[in-house]
């Protein structure tokens, strides 16, 4: 089981940017495509972003796409989300996610490991 750890989240005014990472020893990372998810308090979990093994192929969430690129670094088995002009609406708990197979993935059912979750906080 693939254990993944997230980190870079906080407090930031609309406008602002941060960059998430999750981080992992697993050593079979670059074999794996990765996720970013994301969940507001009473929301379901919803997907953000993807990208493929290679990092190659990347897919966004319409309500990020401009806004977030996800990148991934296999020499360091981190994955990345950088987040730009933040809107309050991105508030949430965001999550990277892990699945064997091909990108592009956007349901939480596809992926077979999470991290705990780090909390972004979006103020207007």
């Known amino acids: 089981q693939v254990q993944l750890v997230e980190s870079g989240g906080g407090l930031v005014q609309a406008g602002g940017s941060l960059r998430l990472a999750c981080a992992t020893s697993?050593?079979?990372?670059?074999?794996?495509?990765l996720g970013w998810f994301r969940q507001a308090p009473g929301r379901e979990r919803e997907f953000v972003a993807a990208?493929?093994?290679?990092?190659?192929?990347?897919n966004y969430a319409d309500s990020v796409k401009g806004r977030f690129t996800i990148s991934r670094d296999n020499a360091k088995n981190t994955v990345y989300l950088q987040m730009n002009s933040l809107k309050p609406e991105d508030t949430a708990v965001y999550y990277c996610?892990?699945?064997?197979?091909?990108?592009?993935?956007?349901?939480?059912?596809?992926?077979?490991?999470w991290g705990q979750g780090t909390q972004v906080t979006v103020s207007s």
């Open positions: 996610a892990a699945r064997r197979g091909t990108v592009g993935v956007t349901i939480p059912q596809g992926y077979n490991a």
């Open positions: 697993e050593r079979t990372f670059s074999t794996y495509s």
């Open positions: 990208i493929s093994w290679s990092g190659g192929s990347t």
